[in-house]
């Protein structure tokens, strides 16, 4: 689509892309070499997409390239734990996610303390997390799925990206809510996660709208509700998780831009001001919003508040699942 054509394409090409800004900068000042932006999943997921569209456009206001990594596996906790280790210059960010959270509310033993070792720059956009089943699941809606669920217990298999993964939480809080039990199968990103759904392997998924929603509009797999707080724009016609009887299911996957704890302020300060434009362009919000991403914003004071908030949301969830260590 048009304003996703440059993903994938060479890195040479990307590189070039981020001059486009012109922005003129004095010798020395931050920035003055490519920043690496690193991801915790895999290429074609929705932290992807996020990073790919806010990295070409930041490049274009900081006058350097800003070049994606995926550093994918155990939700996101080996590319945070890379970036907590990395120099303190700027040079190194970490797109944040709310696996990182959740993976913080189960074990608190982590190599890393998202809270502590890093420093929250800005809220960066959120995903749609819908709840998708193979064709084969007998459920054409979400009350239809709790009662085949409750008829057999353990027998219904859901995917995740990932054990602590936001899709993995929100099946524990469909399974708490509902008073059902399924087995859950972690993967290692939504690609894979949605290949194995379509394949009939699993059965059910609350995944990323951005990994699954070509699916859905193919009639390959059957969407049951969403899990954002309202309709989200991508499939306006499918009822939330509150509407569909579900009080209070609200969850969604976000992602924030953040950097080792110690970078100087000033160029936090210079990377945040470069999120605020990009995520209020057009350019970025028309490449998103197709996806089932919606940019967010709001500094870096809300972003740490709202860190502390869901560690808390999630720990209790994780809690009531036993799955905390």
């Known amino acids: 689509m048009p304003g996703l054509r440059w993903i994938g394409m060479p890195v040479a090409a990307l590189l070039l892309a981020g001059f486009a800004g012109g922005v003129v900068h004095a010798e020395g000042d931050y920035p003055n070499k490519p920043v690496r932006l690193i991801v915790g999943f895999t290429p074609g997921s929705s932290a992807d997409i996020t ?29 945070a734990e890379f970036v907590a280790r990395a120099p303190k210059d700027g040079y190194t960010l970490f797109l944040g996610a709310s696996a990182n959270v959740t993976n913080a509310a189960l074990n608190p033993n982590l190599p890393f303390d998202i809270a502590r070792d890093f420093a929250p720059i800005e809220l960066v956009s959120t995903a749609a997390v819908i709840l998708v089943v193979h064709p084969s699941v007998a459920a054409n809606n979400v009350r239809e799925l709790i009662a085949l669920a409750k008829s057999k217990p353990g027998e219904l298999v859901y995917a995740s990206t990932g054990v602590g993964s936001a899709p993995h939480l929100s099946g524990e809080l469909f399974m708490q809510t509902a008073g059902v039990k399924m087995v859950h199968v972690p993967y290692q990103g939504s690609p894979q996660a949605a290949t194995d759904l379509l394949a009939g392997r699993v059965q059910i998924m609350f995944s990323p709208a951005s990994a699954v929603v070509s699916l859905v509009q193919a009639g390959q797999l059957k969407v049951l509700g969403s899990a954002t707080a309202r309709r989200t724009g991508i499939l306006p016609e499918v009822p939330t998780m509150i509407e569909a009887g579900m009080p209070d299911f609200e969850t969604s996957i976000w992602f924030g831009l953040m950097a080792p704890v110690g970078t100087p302020r000033e160029v936090t300060e210079r990377l945040g001001r ?24 709001g500094g870096p004071e809300r972003f740490a508040s709202y860190i502390t908030s869901e560690l808390k949301r999630w720990g209790d969830v994780a809690a009531a699942a036993g799955l905390k260590k």
């Open 51 to 79: 990073a790919r569209v806010l990295g070409n456009r930041m490049s274009q206001t900081l006058g350097q390239p800003v070049v994606v990594e995926a550093r994918p596996g155990a939700g996101s906790n080996i590319a």
């Open 274 to 297: 470069a999120v605020r434009e990009a995520v209020q362009s057009p350019e970025v919000v028309n490449a998103w919003r197709p996806q089932g991403i919606d940019p967010i914003g």
